[in-house]
């Protein structure tokens, strides 16, 4: 392995690891004579191209929670360079190591003795007067919602072409498998294992319509049209917002883009940590001084 980038996120922590200066980073260099590069992705903006040095780069090292990981996930279209999550949050679904972990780790890292999991995204489309105005990729979900609190969002959706509901609620989501255990597990939907390749559409608090999950096939295209007055706001994996006028169509259907990541874990541990962080959250809200 030639080259390797180093993201951290803005925590003490993290720039102990990947930071100006870092000891860890020199020690890596010096040991096993690979180019270190450090950067906080979280400076750069959505949309611009990446530097050639992370388009070339063998392999990102996200130090970091998910929210870090998912922004990566974003910057890395359309290389698909693999990212080995290390987590520095509370929950870590998307991380795969803790920082000591790492460390034990360093020389398998090194050597590429890993096994890639690929992970679907998702992709949107908004549509005004039938020509897409903005398009999107997230890892977990896309989401349209309400744009003024208090206030239902009105949305006319379609599911390959045949009418679903028009939906009177706080919003729509469209998750990944990925993404299946974020925004829409907290609106009821279901755990879907991360390397399946189906999207999951959950209304949240729907009024008077079909409020229950949909797994859809992996052609399915999603429709989904704008009727309240005030509009809506898109948001993709939470992070990046778009307000919409009414009248305005989401187009979303699976991206033709991946995520890979570093795995040392075996698939089948999958539940097992599942299990393990939802009782850990479980846990913090019993006890938040936990």
Not at 70 to 84: E, F, Q
Not at 149 to 164: E, M, N
Not at 182 to 207: D, F, M, Q, R
Not at 265 to 278: C, D, H, I, Q, T
Request: proline share 6%.
């Amino acid at each position: 392995m030639a080259e390797i980038i180093i993201h951290f996120d803005n925590s003490k922590e993290a720039r102990e690891i990947g930071g100006a200066g870092s000891n860890v980073r020199r020690q890596i260099e010096e040991t096993f004579g690979v180019r270190l590069t450090a950067r906080d992705l979280w400076l750069r903006i959505e949309g611009e191209p990446p530097a050639a040095d992370l388009a070339a780069a063998d392999l990102i090292v996200c130090v970091g929670g998910d929210g870090t990981v998912l922004r990566t996930a974003r910057v890395t279209i359309p290389h698909g360079t693999p990212i080995l999550g290390v987590n520095m949050g509370r929950l870590g679904f998307l991380t795969d190591m803790s920082p000591r972990d790492f460390f034990t780790c360093i020389e398998r890292i090194v050597a590429a003795d890993w096994r890639i999991e690929e992970r679907i995204m998702v992709h949107g489309e908004v549509m005004a007067d039938g020509a897409p105005i903005h398009a999107f990729d997230g890892l977990n979900d896309i989401v349209v919602s309400r744009k003024s609190p208090g206030r239902p969002v009105y949305v006319d959706v379609h599911i390959d072409g045949a009418r679903l509901a028009i939906f009177r609620c706080d919003g729509i989501i469209v998750a990944t498998p990925t993404g299946s255990t974020g925004y829409s597990l907290s609106a009821g939907g279901p755990i879907l294992a991360p390397t399946e390749h189906h999207l999951v559409l959950t209304p949240v608090s729907a009024h008077l319509a079909l409020g229950r999950s949909l797994v859809l096939q992996p052609e399915s295209v999603i429709e989904m049209a704008v009727t309240s007055e005030q509009g809506a706001i898109v948001s993709i994996d939470g992070q990046v917002d778009d307000p919409v006028a009414a009248g305005v169509r989401i187009v979303v259907r699976q991206s033709d883009h991946i995520t890979r990541f570093v795995r040392f874990r075996e698939p089948s541990s999958f539940y097992a940590e599942l299990a393990e962080k939802l009782e850990m959250q479980l846990s913090s809200t019993m006890n938040p001084s936990a």
